[in-house]
């Protein structure tokens, strides 16, 4: 059976994820990955590496029981309304997803701009394992980005700084946006 990868489920969740997903245009710099369209950077904690999964670029680390912990970034087609608008039709829509249980979701500001925070965990639908999901999701014109870090629910304890270290040391802001 065929997976679909936990960024793509997040995707859906989101209310205005009708349009098309893409992956934009995206290099990595040393210990940063780039992500031009989306005017984001994302820092690459030692042990991790920026390879090619099913046609998407993820931040892994080494698979574990089959699972590979992982930070994607999706560039989702949106009406151009603000993030607040988000906070309800998320609720609503994870609501729906049985196994799964919302931890966190709110508004807040990151690198000066106000995004929207998501913590869960349980078996997403499709999924073999149980996870554990953080992610900042926020409006770009008429583009919502959304940047997810996933780790196995065993591991959550462990990996619980690091992921806060790593969604921390994103950087939001329009330099790198493309012509």
């Known amino acids: 059976m065929k997976r679909t990868p936990t960024a793509v489920l997040l995707a859906l969740v989101c209310a205005s994820c009708a349009g098309a997903v893409t992956i934009g245009n995206t290099r990595v710099e040393g210990t940063r990955w780039i992500h031009v369209d989306a005017g984001l ?7 991790w590496s920026v390879r090619t999964i099913n046609g998407r670029q993820v931040l892994v680390r080494a698979a574990v029981n089959g699972f590979r912990d992982n930070v994607t970034v999706l560039i989702l087609a949106h009406d151009g309304s ?3 608008t988000q906070v309800g039709k998320t609720r609503r829509a994870l609501a729906q997803l049985a196994g799964v249980t919302l931890d966190h979701l709110a508004l ?19 999924q073999q394992h149980e996870v ?11 583009k919502l980005i959304v940047v997810s870090a996933t780790v196995l629910q065993s591991r959550w304890k462990a990996m619980q700084a690091a992921v806060a270290a790593l969604l921390d040391g994103v950087m939001i802001h329009g330099v790198f946006c493309s012509a």
Not at 108 to 126: I, K, Y
Not at 132 to 142: A, D, P
């Open 82 to 84: 603000a993030i607040d």
């Open 108 to 126: 807040t500001t990151h690198s000066g701009r106000r995004v929207l925070a998501l913590e869960l965990h349980g078996r997403l639908p499709n």
């Open 41 to 47: 950077v994302v820092p690459i904690p030692a042990g």
């Open 132 to 142: 554990h999901v953080r992610s900042l999701t926020y409006v770009r014109g008429t």
